[in-house]
């Protein structure tokens, strides 16, 4: 009889029964996996939601973390910026007095980003509009004589 039956639906909607029920198995399937009876506060915490729970969000006014020259430097201090592509890099002294640095040339600019666009711009003064985090540019001499980047000053 069911051959019979079959034989006379025509094959598409065989074929979209057969698609309806696999779709089906596996929607069960999925609620299988995860009970609903199961609350959802007795469930373990993921590691994203335990995250959260043990770190409360700190707001930090944006003024606490700009850096500061006058905390980082000394006066007379040595600071370096080197540009790709260049063997000699650019020098500069930290002035104290105007809390600026000094370059070679005889300007004065008020951060490390000015002084990395400033010796750019000396280096090739047909760019438009040269951009540059001075932080990770820039280097400065420590007491010991060796360069470091400007990042990894302590502020005081």
Not at 50 to 57: F, G, H, K, V, W
Not at 59 to 88: E, K, W
Request: hydrophobic share 40%; aromatic share 8%.
């Amino acid at each position: 009889m069911s051959t019979l039956f079959l034989s006379s639906v025509p094959a598409s909607i065989v074929l979209v029964g057969s698609v309806c029920q696999f779709l089906l198995i596996v929607f069960l399937y999925a609620f299988m996996k995860y009970p609903p009876s199961v609350a959802k506060d007795t469930c373990p915490p993921t590691q994203a939601e335990a995250r959260t729970e043990a770190l409360a969000p700190i707001r930090v006014p944006r003024r606490q973390t700009m850096r500061n020259l006058r905390g980082c430097l000394a006066d007379g201090q040595p600071v370096r910026h080197r540009l790709r592509g260049h063997v000699d890099p650019f020098l500069g002294t930290y002035d104290g007095e105007t809390n600026r640095i000094v370059c070679a040339d005889g300007t004065s600019v008020k951060s490390f980003s000015q002084f990395a666009v400033h010796n750019m711009r000396l280096a090739n003064p047909n760019l438009v509009n040269p951009q540059a985090n001075g932080w990770t540019r820039c280097e400065v001499q420590i007491e010991d004589g060796s360069w470091v980047k400007a990042n990894t000053l302590v502020i005081v």
